[in-house]
């Protein structure tokens, strides 16, 4: 197990603080962030580079109140409009973006709010992420759930109700690999009717194999599109390699899913350049293929075990709500993703905004839906990525929604 420094000793060894040691304080012994590794795919694609030369020129603080109202007052939001509504000018127009995205929302989506679980199967890995508590550094109860437990994981959650469900792995091939993660597809598709997946990004051929196994779209995180910032960030493994990770969804796509998700993680480095890059990814990408389902997701910084300080210092609910809403208004038609980093109050409230989809029971440790959903308590489990901030049953949060005059919905696929 690779990078795995806590099997035997359950403590980090002198060679492996020396090496932590070593990453943090000198750069010039982490390998280039901008090399592909060997096995690593390369494709032909465009839209790189559409993304980082507009993000590099967004200046927001040119934009003014005018820019704003005229932004808002458009039918149909281009991407310089979009830029003024993520910049500061756009802050104290948060009850006319608010009126504005609710109608795009009611317009397109309705008044639904599509519900799913994720389902963490693996949280070994063999990268050194600095804000992540799976990081292979990180002193955690690592586990990897077998064949059966997932299986068990997995009729526990089905049998509350959940029809759709994520499934998630740290980023260690040598421990989750390909196989495996195919297998917990196969199983998946018995239970569920959508299944996604959140993994190590993987080759066009790999997305192809994990489609065919069940999986129906992909979610990566980007984590923040700033180059320079991203190489501090990621001091060792393979995520370190900023453009693999960037084109995973235009893999996952060449592979045949049928959805892909983009998300930066607001709070890493500056959150309305990261939003703006965000989004650009996903309109471009949908350009390319028009048929693939597009979503974007809005997680902050969230305190890891170990850390409990890792927050994110300058995105407040304020200012979410402000990015939350400028998706809703530029990129009408694509799914917006609230997740359990938020509050239940936060979320009972942007998903009669702008947010179409939210998560529910959920569980970012290994092995406990037993214990979640009213079983016996175990201690047998992994430990936790992150913490959440919300963590209402199913049954609370579906009854919730519904209190909130809005539809709840399990599902909106059928397969013939």
């Known amino acids: 197990m690779e990078n795995n420094f806590f099997v035997d000793s359950g403590h980090l060894s002198s060679e492996a603080l020396k090496l932590k040691h070593k990453l943090e304080t000198d750069p010039s012994s982490r390998a280039s962030h ?22 590099r020129a967004y200046d927001y603080s040119k934009y003014t109140a005018t820019d704003v109202k005229a932004a808002l007052e458009h039918e149909k939001c281009s991407v310089e409009d979009f830029k003024a509504l993520l910049s500061p000018a756009a802050e104290p127009f948060a009850e006319q973006m608010a009126q504005r995205a609710r109608a ?12 799913f679980t994720p389902l963490y199967i693996s949280n070994y890995c063999e990268n050194y992420c600095v ?19 997932i299986e068990h994981e997995m009729k526990i959650i089905a049998d509350s109700g959940m029809e759709e469900i994520l499934l998630l792995t740290g980023e260690s091939r040598s421990v989750s690999d390909i196989k495996y993660i195919g297998e917990a597809c196969k199983k998946a598709r018995k239970y569920f009717r959508m299944v996604g997946l959140e993994i190590y990004p993987v080759n066009t051929d790999e ?14 995180f980007q984590e923040t599109y700033d180059i320079d910032k991203y190489e501090t960030l990621h001091l060792m493994g393979h995520k370190r390699v900023w453009g693999y990770r960037f084109e995973a ?61 890792i927050n994110p210092l300058d995105v407040h609910e304020k200012q979410l709500c402000q990015i939350i809403c400028a998706y809703r208004i530029f990129l009408p038609f694509v799914g917006i993703t609230v997740s359990s980093r938020e509050s239940a109050k936060f979320r009972n409230g942007i998903v009669k905004i702008a947010a179409t ?7 970012t440790g290994i092995g406990d839906h037993e214990q979640k959903y009213g079983g016996n308590k175990t201690d047998e ?17 579906y009854d919730d929604i519904s209190d909130e005059g809005l539809q709840p919905v399990l599902n909106d696929y059928l397969y013939v």
Do not use: W
């Open 34 to 55: 901008l090399e592909y590794l060997e096995g690593m795919e390369k494709i032909n694609s465009d839209v790189c580079e559409k993304v980082m030369s507009a993000m």
């Open 104 to 115: 795009e929302t009611s317009k397109h989506f309705g008044n639904t709010v599509y519900l």
């Open 131 to 149: 804000y992540c508590g799976f990081n292979c550094f990180n002193h955690i109860k690592r586990m990897k759930l077998s064949d059966e437990q």
């Open 207 to 220: 997305y192809k194999y994990l489609h065919q196994c069940g999986a129906d779209y992909v979610t990566v």
């Open 249 to 309: 969804q235009e893999r996952a796509l060449m592979g045949g899913m049928r959805g892909v998700a983009f998300s930066a993680l607001l709070g890493l480095a500056d959150f309305r350049k990261d939003a703006l890059a965000t989004a650009l990814h996903a309109y471009y990408l949908q350009r390319k293929y028009p048929h693939a389902e597009i979503s974007l997701s809005c997680p902050r910084l969230r305190p890891i075990i170990n850390n409990d300080k």
């Open 357 to 363: 989809k939210i998560s529910a029971g959920v569980s």
């Open 381 to 397: 489990g992994g430990d936790e990525q992150f913490e959440i901030a919300d963590g209402r049953s199913l049954k609370k949060t």
